[in-house]
């Protein structure tokens, strides 16, 4: 892909996100005006909690390439999460967020496989944390008698399918010559009905992308996994440090039953970073368990501002910047 191209695919993304943050400034405004409500300290050592989230991302995108030999400045991980997740928000998800990282990964001069390992770990760690809390919001619920049955078998069936992925993926880890072997097929028969040669860049994906998967079962699989983990903790005392804010502090099993869930539910339906359904989830799930809805619409509002927005709109300038910055791959 020509640098030239590359630049025209940026300007196109960025485009896109200018005209997302326009059609809910209402909302972003409405949230930053919540803020003035709150407490300065708390919201300020709450700003303070979220900023050291992205510095665990950092670590955790800088321990992933470790697994290969190599290293990446904690200030340039830093950058590349904000800017991959940016990009993911606007609608391609998690390809949008992993494929990003790949590309400024090899930007920075890692090698295919680092690069692999910098794309898809953080993401797979980031919202696997994501599905496993949403189990305890979820149970928080159905103990309290908070949830319908209709939406009990819906969480049912989502509990399968995730336990499905999670059987495939396994699967696909300890077969991975038949996975080799199959991708190989599919490509070659795919050529042979264009009546073209067989992608050679796609096959040389897949082989990075089974090659870094080796790497982090044979390596120390765990530090990433404490990165992942300091990351998602600092997140919710975000939110935690917000209800401080507003003179309400909550229960820690509130606090999480109300955190995970609403962000599963914002992903499952391909909102552009959960906007509007994650909010609205998260404060119906608050009010269920007893938080007055004016302070549940505050908090989550607040939160939404320093975990959301303000991230959104630094990898709105850290993308070009990594772009621009970036060595080119070899």
């Known amino acids: 892909m020509s640098r030239q191209f590359r630049s ?3 300007l196109a993304f960025l485009g896109g996100a200018a005209f997302f943050l326009l059609a809910h400034f209402t909302r972003a405004e409405s949230a930053f005006r919540a803020l003035h409500g709150l407490d300065g300290y708390w919201v300020a050592a709450a700003v303070v909690a979220e900023s050291l989230s992205y510095v665990a991302c950092g670590g955790l995108i800088g321990a992933a390439v470790q697994l290969s030999g190599y290293s990446l400045k904690l ?22 967020t992993a494929g990003t990282s790949y590309h400024w990964a090899r930007g920075a001069g890692l090698s295919p496989k680092s690069a692999a390992l910098a794309g898809w770990i953080p993401p797979i760690f980031n919202n696997g944390m994501l599905l496993v809390l949403s189990n305890w919001g979820f149970i928080v619920l159905l103990l309290r008698h908070k949830i319908s ?56 994906t897949a082989e990075d992308w089974f090659a870094s998967v080796g790497l982090l079962i044979r390596g120390p699989w765990y530090i990433p996994m404490l990165w992942s983990t300091l990351n998602t903790g600092l997140d919710i005392a975000t939110l935690g440090l917000i209800f401080r804010a507003m003179q309400h502090p909550v229960s820690t099993s509130v606090l999480l039953a109300g955190y995970a869930l609403p962000q599963v539910i914002g992903g499952i339906l391909m909102l552009p970073g959960g906007v509007g359904a994650l909010e609205a989830t998260m ?48």
């Open 8 to 10: 025209l695919l940026y």
């Open 149 to 204: 049955n209709g939406r009990l078998a819906i969480f049912i069936v989502f509990e399968i399918l995730v336990a499905l992925l999670s059987i495939g993926l396994y699967w696909s880890v300890t077969r991975q010559d038949q996975i080799r072997n199959l991708t190989q097929s599919i490509l070659g028969f795919w050529a042979r009905i264009r009546h073209r040669d067989m992608n050679v860049e796609v096959l040389a």
């Open 75 to 96: 200030t340039r991980g830093i950058l590349i999460i904000l800017a991959s997740n940016t990009i993911g928000t606007l609608g391609p998800g998690f390809a949008g």
């Open 283 to 330: 404060v119906a799930i608050y009010v269920v368990l007893g938080i007055p809805a004016d302070v549940g619409l505050i908090v989550v509002l607040g939160y939404r501002v320093i975990a959301f927005w303000i991230p959104t709109l630094l990898g709105l300038a850290a993308a070009p910047y990594l772009e621009r910055t970036g060595r080119p791959a070899v």
